[in-house]
């Protein structure tokens, strides 16, 4: 008779030379529509003060609604796949 030990599956080693996840595709967008933010904010603050354009001014504003209109979007695109996902039978 003969006896085989059972090995339970166990995830496979982290690589340490791939890079570390920082919070991805998600956060990087977030990121960027946070920078565009601030420059629109920025460009405000100069025309306030007499320091920069009109045109600027408006051009930063629409870049940052652009921005901020596709984050909401990619967020709630998120939250419906994790909603379809987690209503899964399996």
């Known amino acids: 008779m003969r006896v085989d030990l059972l090995i339970p599956d166990v995830a496979p080693p982290a690589n340490a030379s791939a890079p570390q996840a920082d919070g991805g595709a ?3 967008l977030v990121d ?8 629109a904010e920025r460009a405000e603050a100069a025309f306030a003060a007499h320091r920069g ?3 600027e001014m408006v051009v930063e504003r629409a870049r940052a609604d652009i921005a901020l209109q596709v984050a909401a979007a990619a967020a709630q695109r998120t939250t419906q796949a994790l909603a379809t ?3 899964m039978q399996i």
């Open 26 to 28: 998600f956060g990087r």
């Open 32 to 39: 960027a529509a946070g920078a565009v933010l601030e420059g």
């Open 53 to 55: 354009g009109l045109q």
């Open 85 to 87: 996902l987690l209503g």
